[in-house]
């Protein structure tokens, strides 16, 4: 059973930034495609925001590229979304992504991350 467990979400003012950390209780996290997404509002559609392959390669959507970066520590089994510059549009519940080798997807429960002064 993959559980994926997100932290690090609140409320940060605009040009702030904000750290989501992502730990997943599987056996070849290594060998996975992790990910991070968000839903803006209820009823929209989840968009991607950011991926990482097992060997370390990135995509980025291009609303937060050179904004965010997407990283991984396959020893704590984790994946992590650094937010820099965040603004009132980046408020959203940010979800992270397993893509294991079978194309299933895992989700997580989701973090909210809000963007105000």
């Known amino acids: 059973q993959v559980q994926l467990v997100e932290s690090g979400g609140g409320l940060v003012q605009p040009g702030g930034s904000l750290r989501l950390s992502c730990a997943a209780s599987?056996?070849?996290?290594?060998?996975?495609?992790m990910g991070w997404y968000r839903r803006q509002a209820p009823g929209k559609q989840r968009e991607l925001v950011a991926?990482?392959?097992?060997?370390?390669?990135?995509t980025y959507a291009d609303y937060v590229r050179d904004r965010f970066t997407i990283s991984r520590d396959n020893v704590k089994k984790s994946v992590y979304l650094q937010m820099n510059s965040l603004n009132p549009k980046d408020t959203a519940v940010y979800y992270c992504?397993?893509?294991?080798?079978?194309?299933?997807?895992?989700w997580g429960q989701g973090t909210q991350v809000t963007v105000s002064s």
């Open positions: 991926t990482i392959a097992s060997g370390g390669s990135t």
């Open positions: 992504n397993l893509y294991d080798q079978l194309a299933f997807n895992y």
């Open positions: 599987v056996s070849a996290f290594s060998d996975v495609r």
